[in-house]
């Protein structure tokens, strides 16, 4: 097959490469140029694949894949900007019989109501529809798109048939349901469940405060029980582009349908407000007097392993620090810099508080406890030193 993924990002590249190995003519297809120079260079030697800025490269190809971002806009509302353009773009390069398959995350009716309307606009060809939400999880060493099983749905058998056969060609197991609006729930839902029992451990970080015992502590005894229960723990909050975003959408629509989305909202918020928690528990450590002090955040992005900052609740918890007139720099050797400010070294004695946000498997523990008089570990792993 000849194949066009449109957004060359964390979802669609390691897409194309897992679509080019199994045999497919791929061409990725991005409208960044430094993504495509990037890639020029990187994947020169990946074969069947080839990265392009130009529409002309993507004409008349038998699958056409959406994996651009699916964000909040300022007002915190789904923004499908980027789907819509990529839409629009398969609308005019797209031929007779091409199936166009979404990979986007975004909330029930999607495909059906901004893909399919969107593209039958510009496009008179018979199209085939399918939704297979994407489930990578960056860093993880033992679930790939190989492995990961798929959930796929056509807007009709014809196109199911043909999205089956597209992703049983690279994954293992493909899970067809019954409609594109079910794929593209189960993906929401997913997220929400994360979003949800996050949220539940880190309010019961702060109920255990109130106690005087440790929630990590706790959480540990509760996860020997063999069933019944999924070991969820504390944290600084949640980043990246899927779990502070994907239940907004979810929430959104619902609230248009007029379903209840309190526990949603509530999940939410708890998990954004983790940063001014963490922050009053750095005042408590430090005897309220954070003014001046030098605070070193460990750890910048938004999970263990990865580069990504995007709704990283380190730079909450740093602009709240900011606001104590607290000096703040950080240590992330895989983030390096952000916004001017290059990564520390964890030199001995340099800071008065190095707060532990992301645990990275470099991290050298040894000078973390030798870099501050005062440590507090966001993550829960560090024996010896002061968490949630
Ligand atoms: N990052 C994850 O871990 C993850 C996991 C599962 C699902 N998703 C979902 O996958 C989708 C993509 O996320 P991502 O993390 O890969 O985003 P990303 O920002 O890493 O990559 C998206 C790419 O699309 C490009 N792009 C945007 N509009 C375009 C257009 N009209 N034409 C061509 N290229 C365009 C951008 O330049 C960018 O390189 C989102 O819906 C996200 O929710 C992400």
């Not at 492995?147 to 058998?157: E, I, K």
């Not at 779990?243 to 979810?250: A, F, G, K, R």
């Not at 922050?279 to 309220?288: A, F, P, V």
């Not at 460990?298 to 990283?312: A, E, F, H, M, N």
Request: charged fraction near 20%.
């Amino acid at each position: 097959m000849k194949v066009a993924v449109i957004g060359q990002g964390y979802v669609g590249l390691p897409l194309a490469k897992a679509a080019s190995s199994a045999g497919h003519e791929v061409i990725g297809f991005d409208n960044d140029p430094n993504v495509i120079n990037r890639l020029m260079v990187n994947e020169k030697n990946t074969i069947n694949y080839r990265p392009t800025l130009l529409q002309s490269d993507i004409n008349l190809c038998n699958i056409y894949i959406i994996a651009v971002p699916t964000p909040l806009t300022f007002s915190n509302k789904p923004d499908l900007s980027y789907l819509k353009s990529a839409a629009e773009l398969i609308g005019t390069v797209a031929g007779e019989g091409a199936l166009i398959i979404n990979e986007s995350t975004s909330y029930p009716g999607t495909l059906r109501e901004i893909v399919e309307v969107t593209i039958s606009n510009s496009n008179k060809s018979k199209l085939l529809y399918a939704s297979a939400p994407e489930r990578i999880d960056p860093a993880n060493t033992k679930w790939d798109i190989k492995n990961t099983p798929r959930v796929v749905a056509g807007l009709n058998s014809e196109a199911t048939k043909a999205a089956l056969d597209f992703y049983r060609s690279f994954c293992d197991e493909v899970y067809a349901v019954s409609s594109p609006e079910v794929a593209e729930a189960s993906k929401l839902f997913e997220n929400t469940f994360r979003q949800v029992n996050i949220a539940l451990a880190n309010e019961f970080a702060q109920i255990a405060e109130k106690f005087g015992i440790s929630a990590n502590e706790i959480i540990s005894a509760s996860a020997t029980k063999p069933f019944g229960f999924m070991k969820f723990t504390p944290g600084l909050g949640v980043g990246g582009h899927c779990i502070p975003i994907d239940p907004v959408y979810l929430e959104e629509k619902a609230q248009l349908l007029g379903a209840p989305t309190t526990f949603i909202k509530q999940a939410t918020i708890i998990n954004q407000q983790m940063p001014h928690y963490v922050l009053s528990r750095l005042k408590k450590i430090t005897g309220d007097h954070l003014d001046g002090k030098k605070v070193c955040i460990v750890g910048l992005s938004y999970k263990k392993d990865v580069t990504d900052i995007r709704q990283s609740p380190s730079i909450e918890l740093w602009k709240e620090l900011e606001k104590q007139g607290c000096q703040v720099s950080f240590h992330d050797k895989l983030v390096e810099s952000y916004n001017g400010t290059e990564s520390v070294k964890l030199s001995e004695n340099s800071f008065d508080l190095a707060v532990v946000a992301v645990r990275h498997s470099d991290l050298n523990i040894d000078e973390l406890k030798k870099c501050a008089r005062f440590l507090f570990d966001c993550t829960g792993t560090i024996e010896g030193i002061l968490t949630l």
